[in-house]
């Protein structure tokens, strides 16, 4: 309902209040008829009427004068008395006091407005009757003192519901606010978790791509030991096998082809956002490897101990890695047969390489190469051991077993 809508309902029924009040006033009048004290009773008159009618108008306005019009109907009631009606119980001064409690907060003024009124009242009454009104002071007190208090409930009880209401909506603002506060907070734990998830992922991304290095520096440094040897062998020969030469010349080639492919391989999965995690060469690939280094002119013998069984993933690939390195390691300062043992028989399994080496050759147990191995071998669960001997350098390492690889 719009507020011109609500004006207009309240004034309405102000004018209904007044008009009821102004009857009933009649009829409490003419009940006990204009009756001057010192002369018969008679019927109500026009000045009765009128009075009646002043002590009711007042109403109209009260909503925005109720101290006024309390004032007023007071004032009529004791113009009433003075002039000797049957004023004892006038309902407009009880109706005024009762919406004064009801609307506004008592204060020492209204107190004294309504004592003041009160006492003109009986003074009025007491000189009409030229005797002191006992009945008029019970008639018109109390009335007017059950009006207060219950006008003074009234305003009370309103005022405890509008307390609770504000309470209600306080309760409701509160709750709507820790309602946005816990979805606040369940989307800052969302975006933390997205943002670990991410952490982890580029992690991932980062180790995968060191991998992929480690295994480019492998490769490379494979080819071109054997590069070496092969193009060694075929400038040794040259001159008294050039069929073997020409042999050893093509196998270089094939080799120098071989790694630029696997090269670019490992380089465009380096320059992808996501590394390139397909299978690496693993235990499957040993006798490839080999075959390479025969052909390159080392001689290797293959012992197998035991019957195959499966690796992790990791280990299978730390496994083909570090044959990779022995072999290279070999060919480049080797002499004399290489032997190559695959032990499957222990709770381990066991790679050695051994090669006799050159006299006045320092031990390699340092370099980058022996580094990996032995890093590949640690990040596998196992270990490594490496050095020479009695003239014979050898490689060993230790892998745990797993399941096949993914």
């Avoid at 008294?240 to 465009?268: K, Y």
């Avoid at 693993?282 to 002119?297: E, K, M, N, Q, V």
């Avoid at 990779?324 to 032990?343: F, V």
Wanted: proline content about 4%; hydrophobic content about 45%.
């Amino acid at each position: 309902m719009s507020s011109t809508a609500t004006a207009r309902s309240r004034a309405l029924l102000d004018t209904a209040f007044a008009a009821a009040v102004f009857v009933v006033s009649l009829a409490l009048l003419a009940h006990g008829g204009p009756t001057p004290i010192r002369t018969s009773t008679q019927g109500l008159d026009a000045l009765g009427v009128v009075l009646a009618a002043c002590s009711a108008a007042p109403f109209v306005v009260w909503r925005r004068f109720p101290l006024t019009v309390f004032a007023v109907t007071a004032g009529v009631s004791v113009l009433l008395a003075g002039a000797g009606y049957a004023a004892d119980l006038v309902l407009g001064p009880i109706a005024a006091l009762y919406l004064l409690a009801a609307d506004t907060l008592w204060t020492v003024r209204t107190a004294t407005v309504v004592a003041g009124l009160l006492m003109a009242y009986l003074g009025a009454a007491a000189y009409a009757q030229e005797a002191f009104p006992g009945v008029g002071l019970v008639h018109t007190a109390l009335p007017w003192a059950v009006a207060w208090f219950a006008g003074e409930r009234t305003r009370l009880r309103r005022e405890q519901v509008a307390e609770l209401r504000r309470r209600a909506v306080d309760a409701e603002r509160e709750a709507e606010r820790e309602r946005l506060r816990a979805a606040s907070e369940t989307e800052r734990e969302r975006l933390r978790a997205a943002r670990e998830t991410e952490r982890e992922r580029r992690l991932a991304v980062v180790e995968e791509r060191a991998r992929i290095a480690r295994d480019l520096h492998d490769s490379a440094g494979h080819a071109i030991s054997l590069i070496a040897v092969r193009a060694g062998a075929a400038r040794l020969r040259h001159h008294t096998d050039g069929d073997h030469s020409l042999q050893a010349l093509q196998a270089v080639e094939d080799l120098a082809r071989h790694t630029v492919a696997e090269i670019d391989q490992l380089v465009a999965s380096l320059r992808e956002d996501e590394p390139d995690t397909a299978t690496p060469l693993g235990l499957a690939s040993f006798d490839s490897l080999i075959a390479h280094h025969t052909a390159a002119g080392l001689r290797a013998e293959l012992d197998i101990k035991g019957s195959p069984q499966p690796l992790g993933s990791v280990a299978d690939q730390a496994a083909y890695r570090i044959l990779q390195q022995a072999l290279a390691n070999a060919a480049r300062h080797g002499t004399g047969n290489t032997r190559i043992e695959l032990d499957y028989t222990g709770t381990e399994f066991e790679l050695t390489v051994t090669n006799p080496t050159r006299a006045g050759t320092p031990p390699r147990d340092g370099g980058h190469g022996l580094i990996g191995m032995r890093e590949r071998a640690a990040l596998a669960g196992g270990s490594l051991d490496a050095g020479r001997a009695d003239s014979v350098f050898r490689v060993h390492a230790r892998l745990p077993y797993g399941s096949l690889p993914a």
